[in-house]
């Protein structure tokens, strides 16, 4: 046995710690490392018992197995497992990391997927839900008033005037002031309800479960309320007062748009009244808007056809009792109903803008209509025009006028543009500008409809016109109104002092012109003379035997 133990030591280590197990009756079973006889480590399995039947001795019985195969595979077991273990710890540690990074990056995901939600969902600006979250959270409403029989308010609101605040003092200081009008909008309204920007300087604001119409306008008088202190912005005082229009759920419609359109044209009308107040919407504001679009269409549809016309009106001075010019009138020759004046479509083309491509049409037809004349041999003669105020604003006004005038031949002598006051004075360095560079082009200037835009005699002098043309309104009760007969006398004397010409509009009977003659007044233009003739009738004006007050000679003498 002492021959399988690496050494002595460990021989009688072994020995000792058996002995006390076998001392009392214990079988000793054991692995221990061993060594052969060519001196090689092996693992061996020990098993010792004491001997029986010896009385006065301990003789054990040792059996020694050769388990070096075992153990090795129990080795190789244990590494492949601690190694199995090992890599399990690794790929779990390397599987938690990629959790971990996962989970980060599904956040990252989440708030950008957010901020994308948001940013499609509210305006840039003001930060309030946009038109798309608008329509989505009307929709909501209108479902959960409908559910509940209650009632929806949508208030469509535009800040007046934001465009001059926007064009003057620029567009920095127009954002401060819608983030300012944001701001005061949510603060008084209920954190139930919504208030959203659709764009520009339009807001709407949604209010549900409301009792009635007395709801709507109390919220509404409150922004009004709200909106009426100034604010300061980069040192400049500015006021934002709204025009609000109101459309009530279920009474004015029940679809998100048709109630938005209808809050829209009440909107309207309260920017008719005046500003600065509310509108309720009816069916009567919904078939005036309907008539205007069909106006306008219609409209649109006759400038590409071709159905605007022009009649002239002579008019007459009677110290050389000649037609001393003629006033190009505008009609519109509608094939379904005939001659439409422009007071029913003038101020819808002013608002839309068509004014402009119309007014451009004016000019250039009333200069080659004189041209047609003169090549009939008909006297030369000045053409007058009106130029809307929107006309009158743009900013190649000088040029498309020179322009026309090279196109036709016609010299800018015989070109008058009539301009009223209030388009004078809306700005009136710019139009002492544009008015200087007509003057000095040749193109005569009058000022029509002059009496009723609250003129200035220090702003009068500076301007460079050659002709007053008074009111109709003034010369219509003459002969009963002595104020009105006071207001013609002032403007007469005022023109014969400035060196200006005078002409009477609206001349209609004999006692009219006795009456300005009498005052002295000696350029005149109404129905008495003539009413505004197509350009083949024109001819007639020149005719010895035109009826009424015109008698003419052949050199157009009356």
Known sequence: M?????????????????????????????EMRGQRKDGASIWVRATGRQATGVADSVDVVWIFEDVTERHSAEQALRCAHDELEQRVLERTTELSGANQQLQAEIFVRLQAEQRIWHIAHHDGLTGLPNRTLLHDRLEQTLAQAERAGSRVAVIFLDLDRFKAINDTLGHGVGDELLKHVARRLSAVVRAVDTVSRLGGDEFVIVMAGIAGPEDAAVAAQKVIDALAAAVTIEGHSLRATPSLGIALFPDDGTAPLHL???ADTAMYQAKARGRNTYEFFTQRLNAETERAFTLEQRLRLAIEAGHLVLHYQPLVDMETRKVASLEALLRWNDP??????????????????????IG????????RQNRRW?????????VAVNLSPRQFRQKDLVGGIRALLAETGQPARLLELEITESTLLHDLDAALETLRELDAMGVRLAIDDFGTGYSSLN???????HKLKIDQSFVRDLCHDRDDAAIVNA???????????VLAEGVETRDQLAALDKLGCRQYQGYLFSRPLPPDQVGQLFNPSMLGCIATEPDHTI
């Open 2 to 30: 002492r021959e399988l133990h690496p050494s002595e030591t460990d021989f009688n280590r072994f020995g000792d710690w058996a002995c006390q197990r076998i001392a009392v009756g214990e079988m000793v079973v054991t």
């Open 260 to 262: 938005m359109k209808n």
């Open 336 to 357: 379904e109903h005939g001659i439409i004046l422009p007071g029913e479509f003038i101020p819808l083309a002013e608002e839309t803008g068509l004014i402009v491509p």
């Open 360 to 367: 451009q049409w004016v000019i250039a037809e009333a200069l």
């Open 374 to 382: 003169q090549e009939a041999g008909m006297p030369l003669l000045p």
């Open 459 to 465: 702003h009068l002098k500076r301007l460079p016109v």
């Open 491 to 501: 403007i007469i004397g005022l023109g014969s002092a400035m060196d200006l010409h």
